[in-house]
Structures are given as C-alpha cells and as structure tokens.
T-cell receptor, first 119, second 115 residues
Framework: AQKITQTQPGMFVQEKEAVTLDCTYDTSDQSYGLFWYKQPSSGEMIFLIYQGSYDEQNATEGRYSLNFQKARKSANLVISASQLGDSAMYFCAMRERTAGGTSYGKLTFGQGTILTVHP | DADVTQTPRNRITKTGKRIMLECSQTKGHDRMYWYRQDPGLGLRLIYYSFDVKDINKGEISDGYSVSRQAQAKFSLSLESAIPNQTALYFC??????????????FGPGTRLLVL
C-alpha cells in the first residue's frame, strides 16, 4: 500500500487566491513527521513546512499552512494568496521510526502535485 | 555558497560506462542520502548513510554503489550505466538530533542521461 498518497496530479489556481494540495498517509506508528517540499521548474527541492504527529497546532510558515487531521490521516498543504512564483511541483513526505522503533528513519515521498498559478 | 553541492550538474554518458556523482555538504550533518526522481514516480531512495561507517540500501539500490569518504562527502556510482538509469539524482543531508522533525536538505540535483 502507498504510504503517501497525493491524489491531485495537477491543480490550477488564480493568482491571489488560496489553494489546498491534498496528502494522505498510512502508518501504524504513533510518532511520525510530515513534510512538504516545493520543486520549481529549475529542479531543486525546497523544504516548506513540517508537522509532528504530536503537535496540537497546525504548522504555519508564512503563506504556507498544514491542515493536519490525524484521525483522517491527512496533511494537506494550504497556500494562501497564491503568487505566480508558487507554480511548481509539490511533494508530501513522511518520516516514521525504524523497524526497531528506536530512531527515526528515512523519508517516504508521494508522487507530487503540479500547481499552476494563473495571472 | 550552497550548503549541499552536487557535481556534475548535468551528465551525458553511454551505456556500459562507469559514472560517479559526487555530493558535498557544509551543514555538518551526519546523515546523507541519494535519491532518484523519475517523472510520475516522485523521489525514490537509493542509498543512505547515517554516519561515515554506516551505509544502507534504499528501495532501489540495484545497479548503484556508494562511498562515504568523510562526514561531508557521499558519492554515488553507476558501475555500468544503462538507459533506464536516466533520471534526476538528488543528494540530501539531515541532522538526527531533531527526532521526527528531522528535515532533509537537498542539493540542486544532477541530470543524468544514459544513451
């Protein structure tokens, strides 16, 4: 089963409007971390925002916020006041503990959502 | 200067050739990773190293090998390149002290084309 699912291959939004990019995850661990990265057309991977599974508040970083619904296992990225420069591929990723449960292991990425911001 | 650098940035090679991709970091992180990105498949982990003496296979290690020469350097080798290894390759680093919030920081990527 997919650990990270991003169901929207592509999304369109008008400049200055808000957009939500969906991410659902699958884990049996109680302690895990969720991340969003942005990949513009130039190719680099840019860290945007992090949410811990025990965090009671939704994470926010400037115009980015993470709508974390633990019971539904979703971690949607909300971008407010979209800008043309937000056009990019966005990846959701999760870190779980290793099989022994003693340390945190590697990231698992979703397949990404391409966001296009229209003027 | 960039914290995580990759060389070369672009490379064209022929089937059967040996090629090495290099990654250097100035972030002082113990953990380093190599990923490949293919269209529609997201990022997949090739190898990772939690310190200089600890190297582990990721989900797609066949056809690849790595070397952790120092804390700051992690190289990926394709012993005999084949066309389906054409991809965008990323190196990343992280600091294990952050627990579940351990964030990976990526290099700029290397575009590899195998003819």
């Amino acid at each position: 089963a997919q650990k990270i699912t991003q169901t929207q291959p592509g999304m369109f939004v008008q400049e200055k409007e808000a957009v939500t990019l969906d991410c659902t995850y699958d884990t049996s661990d109680q302690s895990y971390g969720l991340f969003w990265y942005k990949q513009p057309s130039s190719g680099e991977m840019i860290f945007l925002i992090y949410q811990g599974s025990y965090d009671e508040q939704n994470a926010t970083e400037g115009r980015y916020s993470l709508n974390f619904q633990k019971a539904r296992k979703s971690a949607n990225l909300v971008i407010s006041a979209s800008q043309l420069g937000d056009s990019a591929m966005y990846f959701c990723a999760m870190r779980e503990r290793t099989a022994g449960g003693t340390s945190y292991g590697k990231l698992t990425f979703g397949q990404g959502t391409i966001l296009t911001v229209h003027p | 200067d960039a914290d995580v650098t990759q060389t070369p940035r672009n490379r064209i090679t022929k089937t059967g050739k040996r090629i090495m991709l290099e990654c250097s970091q100035t972030k002082g992180h113990d953990r380093m990773y190599w990923y490949r990105q293919d269209p529609g498949l997201g990022l997949r982990l090739i190898y990772y190293s939690f310190d200089v003496k600890d190297i582990n296979k990721g989900e797609i290690s066949d056809g690849y090998s790595v070397s952790r020469q120092a804390q700051a350097k992690f190289s990926l080798s394709l012993e005999s390149a084949i066309p389906n290894q054409t991809a965008l390759y990323f190196c990343a680093t992280s600091d294990p002290g952050q627990g579940a919030g351990e964030t990976q920081y990526f290099g700029p990527g290397t575009r590899l084309l195998v003819l």
